[in-house]
């Protein structure tokens, strides 16, 4: 893949370079506006910045949307859309038979299990007291199971809990997953192979990840991804809108709230022409209402706002009066894998605010330390829809698949 930055006094110059070099094909990676920095930089020309790539083979120009004729006419009758005829689904994303299923209904999403809320009041026992450390003896902990009174941890679950510390996972939480392995274990000599099975079972238990969408020809689905900024989110919508549209064959139309930066809704505009697709731009809470409800046959209204810092206190109000006019919205928070343990405690809090029903964890190609995203499930309880691991669109996404995030985190150990 060839990448290259473009600079230009307008988005439309440094665009029409990327056309120029990389023909119809490019696809815009990164756009950012400033001013020209160095010795005259802060009195310098504005000029706008454009990463662009190109894909050897295959890439998403070459892939033609599917004509949608028959489509329409089927409305209301369809239960999926169904893939292209030979099709294979190599992202793993959209509704493939073997891919982990997990019943999405809203009633399924609350039931956890047995383990699972022993490791999570243990965790929030161990959490309650800043640094405290579970003890194993707590009186949330006996709801569930009365803890062992031995609580020394055998060398390999110390061993365990201390790669899962060193993957970047909060520490309570380690520890809590493996004490309540201990807790529940027949075998107190269950050799060091049983007991890692054992805590990756116990982790993949606790852990919920949603199945890819499926349309049934009524009202349109309608998501919206939210997140600091520089997370991704342009770029998972775009990798999204990609497979659904040219791989499942779904009607997708984008809307974005982020209008501020003119270079942020040419950023989108630019996907949406080469995904083939139609981008509504919305300023205010009645225009995202009208613009949703002017798409009532879609089967997948995709909504990017803009990346607020979580200090950013306006934006997120913005953001959370913009997205509260549609109902039944779906709002995944988005956030780099590569986030520390404070900021991302301080991104859930604020982002809170706003709302979020799914997680979706970005940049795992940036990292080798994946116990973050266990831990951000932990902080919010909200299952997991998606994972991105690079910047190519459309293949850098994946449906999200616990047993997939526990091997990320277990790594080699
Ligand atoms: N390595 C890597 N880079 C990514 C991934 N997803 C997005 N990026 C890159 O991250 C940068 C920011 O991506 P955007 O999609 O513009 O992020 P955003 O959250 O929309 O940013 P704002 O709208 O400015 O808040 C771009 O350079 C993307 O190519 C990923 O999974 N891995
Ligand atoms: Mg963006």
Known sequence: MKVKRFVGETIQ????????????????LDTRSGRRRGLWGL???????VVAALEAEPNMASIRPRKRKARENLKGTEVAPAPPENSVNPLNLVGSPGTQQVDSSPRALEVESRPAKLVWQMYQEAAKGSDKVYDGKSSAASEVGAARED?????????????????????????????????????????PEELARLVAERM??????????????????????????????????????????????????????????????????TYAQIIG?????????????????????????????????????????????????????????????????RDLVDIIRRFDEVGFERLIATKLDETTSYGILLTAYALTRKPYSFLADGQAVPECIQAADCRQIVELILGDA
């Open 13 to 28: 110059e440094a665009v029409a370079q990327v056309r120029d070099e990389f023909g119809p094909d490019a696809v815009i």
């Open 43 to 49: 009195f310098g020309k504005r000029q706008v910045q």
């Open 151 to 191: 609580v020394t941890l055998p060398s390999p679950l110390i061993r365990i809990e201390k790669r899962l510390v060193e993957s970047e996972m909060d520490e309570k939480l380690a520890k809590a997953i493996v004490q309540s392995v201990w807790n529940d274990i027949d075998d107190p000599l269950a050799s």
């Open 204 to 269: 993949a238990a606790i852990l919920r990840c949603v199945p890819p969408w499926e349309f049934d020809g009524s009202l349109p689905k309608v998501v919206a991804l939210v997140g600091p900024t520089g997370v991704g989110k342009t770029t998972t919508l775009a990798k999204i809108a990609a497979n659904y549209s040219i791989i499942a064959g779904a009607d997708v139309g984008l809307i974005t709230l982020d209008t501020h930066r003119i270079a942020a809704v040419d950023q989108l505009r």
């Open 277 to 341: 697709i139609p981008l509504k731009v919305a300023e205010t809470a009645q225009e995202v209402k009208e613009a949703v409800r002017g798409w009532s046959r879609k089967d997948l209204i995709l909504i990017d706002t803009a990346g607020m810092s979580q200090r950013d206190t306006q934006g997120l109000r913005y953001v959370e009066a913009a997205l509260e006019s549609v109902t039944d919205i779906e709002r995944h928070l988005v956030f780099s894998a590569t986030t520390r343990y």
